[in-house]
C-alpha cells in the first residue's frame, strides 16, 4: 500500500513570496490533515477535511494560508505572503474515516520550508 | 483550552533497560490518546492507542498504560534497543466533536545507547 505522497520535500523562499505544497492521501482514505511543525514542538492541526469539504480550520491563518481538497483526493496548501515565522515542516496526513474517530493517522514525510 | 505536557527534557538511557515516556494533560478527560514514533525528517508513525476505558494496553515491547483519574499516560519500552531512538509523541483527541482531530504534546526524545 503506497503511503501519503508529499512534495516537495524541501522549499526555500523569501519573505512575502508565495508557496505552494502538495499532498496525495492513501487511497480510499477521505479524512485529510494539514499540520505545522515547529522546530521542537508536536504537530498542530491547520485544517482538516472531510472529502473536498472542510471540517475544521479553526487554526488556520486565513490572511495568508489557503487549501483546498477540489476532488476529494489530494490537496494544495498555500502560504501567501510568507512570513519568517512560518519556517517549520509542513505535514500531511490522512485517515480511513469508517469506523470512527480510532482510527490512526498516516504521515507523509513532510515539506520542510525555510522562509528567509 | 487542552494542554498536553510530555517531558522536553531528552531520555538517555542504557540498551536493554526499560525506557518511560510521561504524557500529563489538563482540563479534560479525553475519549482515547494515540502514541506515535518521529524520527528525524519523517513524519510520524502510529504506535498505539488506548481508549478512557482501558487501563493499560500491550504490543510487543510496547506498553502504554491510561489513568484518567492522574490525567496521565505512560509510555514504556521495555529491552530498549538504540533502534528505539526517536522522539515520542502523545496525541489526545480534541473531545468536542467525533472527528478524529488530534491534539500533540511537544514530544520527548529518548536517546538509547548501546
Known amino acids: 500500500e503506497a503511503g501519503v505522497a508529499q512534495s516537495p520535500r524541501y522549499k526555500i523562499i523569501e519573505k512575502r513570496q508565495s508557496v505552494a505544497f502538495w499532498c496525495n492521501p492513501i487511497?480510499?482514505?477521505?479524512?485529510l490533515y494539514w499540520y505545522q511543525q515547529i522546530l521542537g514542538q508536536g504537530p498542530k492541526l491547520l485544517i482538516q477535511?472531510?472529502?473536498?469539504?472542510?471540517?475544521?480550520d479553526s487554526q488556520l491563518p486565513k490572511d495568508r494560508f489557503s487549501a483546498e481538497r477540489l476532488k476529494g483526493v489530494d490537496s494544495t496548501l498555500k502560504i501567501q505572503p510568507a512570513k519568517l515565522e512560518d519556517s517549520a515542516v509542513y505535514l500531511c496526513?490522512?485517515?480511513?474515516?469508517?469506523?470512527?474517530?480510532?482510527?490512526?493517522?498516516?504521515f507523509g514525510p513532510g515539506t520542510r520550508l525555510t522562509v528567509l | 483550552s487542552q494542554k498536553i505536557e510530555q517531558n522536553s527534557e531528552a531520555l538517555n538511557i542504557q540498551e536493554g533497560k526499560t525506557a518511560t515516556l510521561t504524557c500529563n494533560y489538563t482540563?479534560?478527560?479525553?475519549?482515547?490518546l494515540q502514541w506515535y514514533r518521529q524520527d528525524p525528517g519523517r513524519g510520524p508513525v502510529f504506535l498505539l492507542l488506548?481508549?478512557?476505558?482501558?487501563k493499560e494496553k500491550r504490543k510487543e515491547r510496547l506498553k502504554v498504560t491510561f489513568d484518567t483519574t492522574l490525567k496521565q499516560s505512560l509510555f514504556h519500552i521495555t529491552a530498549s534497543q538504540p533502534a528505539d531512538s526517536a522522539t515520542y509523541l502523545c496525541a489526545l483527541d480534541e473531545g468536542s466533536s467525533n472527528t478524529g482531530k488530534l491534539i500533540f504534546g511537544q514530544g520527548t526524545t529518548l536517546q538509547v545507547k548501546p
Open positions: 496526513a490522512s485517515r480511513l474515516t469508517s469506523g470512527g474517530p480510532y482510527n490512526e493517522q498516516f
Open positions: 487511497s480510499g482514505h477521505a479524512t
Open positions: 488506548i481508549r478512557e476505558n482501558e
Open positions: 482540563n479534560y478527560s479525553p475519549a482515547y
Open positions: 477535511f472531510q472529502n473536498n469539504g472542510v471540517v475544521d
